[in-house]
């Protein structure tokens, strides 16, 4: 009986065979690539057509504009030039559209376009699809579902929790100037708004500015916006596999497990108290029920609407974006109340309302006019959320006349709006009469919150906080800058500085608070 064994040589030609064949086929399938990527791009080019920008690179687009964060540098260069919209090429086939004109933003805020997909995707991990990320008619159920969570009757008790927040924070400074030496607000301020947040949308106790865990929550949501940010912009970080084997994909999710871990414990902590007897029946006999408490009793009562992902994604979006957004907001308002004439002002009026040490309420929101008019103009200069996108769901035709298809990226670029000069004449001159009472603007001119049906469902509550921890902080401090480090703005989900937010604080004689009051 014989045995056939296969001589090497012909086993080497079978293998040689294979790869060769598998060598072919991945070469057809980069070519049917390159062919789809180059009919997109010439797509895109016939597309944009109306638009014209600055000249970019067939493959890397505008990368070389934007580097080293001049991102908000190069917008404002653009704006000059281009002061309705302009083409940005991220690489080769990627682009998005750059509005910067006010009627522009209210077509497009105007109509139902879902957030762009290829962008806002990379924040699904750390905040999970609630209200940031969702669209369409699950977005409306959850918006309807939230929104009593911000009514008046809710907001006005918050005005005494965020003065007790924003009190802690001073006399932390005022331990501080000791030192003599520039504070770096930023991070104190962060710590202010999340205690601030986890008070009132989450029926926490007691502070958590003094509570070290909360120092890695902070560090967490800002290593998350560098991440984040940085991904969007990086071609080679698009595909979830490939960035998880990356550095910085295991620094996201690293991160995302230390935010996970700080909401999951909120959670648990008010669902451990609903329990307790009694509880739960008089939470449901309030006439207005808190942030959490809307979404633990959705949950208890209707599973179906809303399920445990669902609830931690509301969660961490509100705890991100209720505590982040206004932390900027509070941060640049102050600097820029330092290195402008106006705090004395802003200072008289607030010492008209609370010089006799009366505690800061709801009422007296409405009566600081200019003190109001210098936080939105604070707010023009440097918007806590640059920009945000929208991917067209049909074609959309401008006032102007020029159009975009379907499929088409657009950027709203909120910071380039508030720096144009064709919108506010000498954009980068810090001037509060834009905001005089009777002041005319385009409807769509000042989008600190955005607009449309999407608006941001917070802004009642922060500008509140905003107003309450600048009165405070006016009366209890003269403001003035760090000459050595003037703060050098830089696009991230939220805006922040390169350098941190430093300032010289110095403490006002006789102040006109009563702390024991706040």
Same mark, same amino acid.
């Given at each position: 009986?014989?045995?056939?064994?296969?001589?090497?040589?012909?086993?080497?030609?079978?293998?040689?065979?294979?790869?060769?064949?598998a060598?072919?086929l991945?070469?057809?399938?980069?070519?049917?690539?390159?062919?789809?990527?180059?009919?997109?791009?010439?797509?895109?080019?016939?597309?944009?057509?109306?638009?014209?920008?600055?000249?970019?690179?067939?493959?890397?687009?505008?990368?070389?504009?934007?580097?080293?964060?001049?991102?908000?540098?190069?917008?404002?260069k653009?704006?000059?030039?281009?002061?309705?919209?302009? =083409?940005h090429w991220?690489?080769?086939?990627?682009v998005?559209?750059?509005?910067?004109?006010?009627?522009?933003?209210?077509?497009?805020?105007?109509?139902?376009? =879902?957030?762009?997909?290829?962008?806002?995707?990379?924040?699904?991990p750390?905040i999970?699809?609630?209200?940031?990320?969702?669209?369409?008619?699950?977005?409306?159920?959850?918006?309807?579902?939230?929104?009593?969570?911000?009514?008046?009757?809710?907001?006005?008790?918050?005005?005494?929790?965020?003065?007790?927040?924003?009190?802690?924070?001073?006399?932390?400074?005022?331990?501080?100037?000791?030192?003599?030496?520039p504070?770096?607000?930023?991070?104190?301020?962060?710590?202010?708004?999340?205690?601030?947040?986890?008070?009132?949308?989450?029926?926490?106790?007691?502070?958590i500015?003094?509570?070290?865990?909360?120092?890695?929550?902070?560090?967490?949501?800002?290593?998350?916006?560098?991440?984040?940010?940085?991904?969007?912009?990086?071609?080679?970080?698009?595909?979830?596999?490939?960035?998880?084997?990356?550095?910085?994909?295991?620094?996201?999710?690293?991160?995302?497990?230390?935010?996970?871990?700080?909401?999951?414990?909120?959670?648990?902590?008010?669902?451990?108290?609903?329990?307790?007897?009694?509880?739960?029946?008089?939470?449901?006999?309030?006439?207005?029920?808190?942030?959490?408490?809307?979404?633990?009793?959705?949950?208890?009562?209707?599973?179906?609407?809303?399920?445990d992902?669902?609830?931690?994604?509301?969660?961490?979006?509100?705890?991100?974006?209720?505590?982040?957004?206004?932390?900027?907001?509070?941060?640049?308002?102050?600097?820029?109340?330092?290195?402008?004439?106006?705090?004395?002002?802003?200072?008289?009026?607030?010492?008209?309302?609370?010089?006799?040490?009366?505690?800061?309420?709801?009422?007296?929101?409405?009566?600081? =006019?200019?003190?109001?008019?210098?936080i939105?103009?604070?707010?023009?200069?440097?918007?806590?959320?640059?920009?945000?996108?929208?991917?067209l769901?049909?074609?959309?035709?401008?006032?102007?006349?020029?159009?975009?298809?379907k499929?088409?990226?657009?950027?709203?670029?909120?910071?380039?709006?508030?720096?144009?000069?064709?919108?506010?004449?000498?954009?980068?001159?810090?001037?509060?009469?834009r905001?005089? =009472?009777?002041?005319?603007?385009?409807?769509?001119?000042?989008?600190?919150?955005?607009?449309?049906?999407?608006?941001?469902?917070?802004?009642?509550?922060?500008?509140?906080?905003?107003?309450?921890?600048?009165?405070?902080?006016?009366?209890?401090?003269?403001?003035?800058?760090?000459?050595?480090?003037?703060?050098?703005?830089?696009?991230?989900?939220?805006?922040?500085?390169?350098?941190?937010?430093?300032?010289?604080?110095?403490?006002?004689?006789?102040?006109?608070?009563?702390?024991?009051?706040?």
């Amino acid at each position: 009986m014989s045995v056939s064994v296969l001589s090497p040589s012909r086993l080497l030609g079978d293998v040689s065979g294979i790869l060769q064949a598998a060598s072919l086929l991945i070469l057809l399938l980069l070519l049917i690539k390159a062919a789809q990527l180059y009919l997109h791009r010439q797509w895109l080019l016939k597309a944009l057509q109306q638009f014209p920008c600055p000249p970019s690179h067939w493959l890397f687009g505008h990368i070389q504009e934007f580097q080293q964060d001049q991102e908000l540098q190069r917008i404002q260069k653009w704006v000059e030039t281009f002061p309705s919209a302009c =083409p940005h090429w991220l690489w080769g086939g990627k682009v998005r559209v750059q509005l910067h004109d006010p009627d522009y933003m209210k077509v497009i805020l105007g109509r139902s376009d =879902p957030k762009s997909h290829g962008s806002y995707r990379f924040l699904a991990p750390w905040i999970g699809y609630g209200l940031l990320l969702l669209n369409g008619q699950t977005w409306f159920q959850h918006r309807r579902m939230l929104t009593p969570a911000f009514h008046y009757d809710i907001l006005k008790p918050y005005v005494g929790l965020m003065a007790d927040s924003v009190r802690v924070m001073l006399d932390k400074w005022e331990e501080l100037l000791g030192q003599d030496s520039p504070l770096e607000v930023f991070q104190h301020v962060s710590l202010m708004t999340l205690d601030t947040i986890m008070k009132c949308a989450f029926s926490h106790q007691g502070s958590i500015q003094v509570d070290r865990n909360s120092q890695s929550y902070i560090q967490a949501i800002s290593d998350l916006n560098n991440l984040v940010f940085s991904r969007m912009r990086n071609a080679f970080h698009q595909n979830d596999t490939i960035y998880s084997l990356t550095s910085a994909g295991r620094w996201t999710h690293r991160a995302c497990q230390l935010a996970h871990q700080h909401t999951d414990q909120v959670i648990q902590l008010r669902k451990a108290q609903l329990q307790k007897e009694g509880e739960l029946e008089k939470i449901k006999r309030k006439r207005h029920l808190d942030f959490l408490d809307i979404l633990l009793l959705a949950k208890m009562e209707n599973g179906s609407i809303l399920s445990d992902k669902d609830l931690r994604a509301e969660v961490d979006t509100f705890m991100f974006e209720g505590h982040d957004t206004t932390a900027s907001g509070i941060s640049w308002i102050l600097y820029a109340l330092a290195t402008h004439k106006h705090q004395e002002r802003c200072r008289e009026e607030i010492h008209g309302l609370l010089g006799d040490g009366a505690s800061i309420t709801w009422n007296h929101l409405d009566q600081m =006019p200019y003190t109001t008019m210098c936080i939105k103009e604070a707010l023009r200069l440097y918007p806590p959320v640059p920009g945000i996108g929208r991917e067209l769901s049909t074609p959309v035709t401008f006032p102007d006349g020029r159009s975009l298809p379907k499929g088409i990226m657009v950027f709203l670029s909120i910071y380039g709006l508030h720096h144009n000069p064709k919108v506010w004449p000498n954009p980068e001159v810090f001037d509060p009469s834009r905001f005089a =009472p009777g002041s005319a603007q385009h409807s769509h001119a000042f989008l600190p919150f955005s607009g449309g049906s999407r608006n941001c469902i917070g802004k009642q509550f922060a500008m509140n906080e905003l107003k309450v921890a600048t009165a405070l902080t006016l009366l209890r401090f003269e403001l003035l800058p760090d000459p050595t480090r003037i703060p050098i703005p830089i696009a991230r989900l939220v805006l922040k500085s390169k350098n941190g937010i430093h300032l010289r604080l110095r403490r006002l004689p006789n102040p006109c608070e009563d702390k024991d009051q706040l």
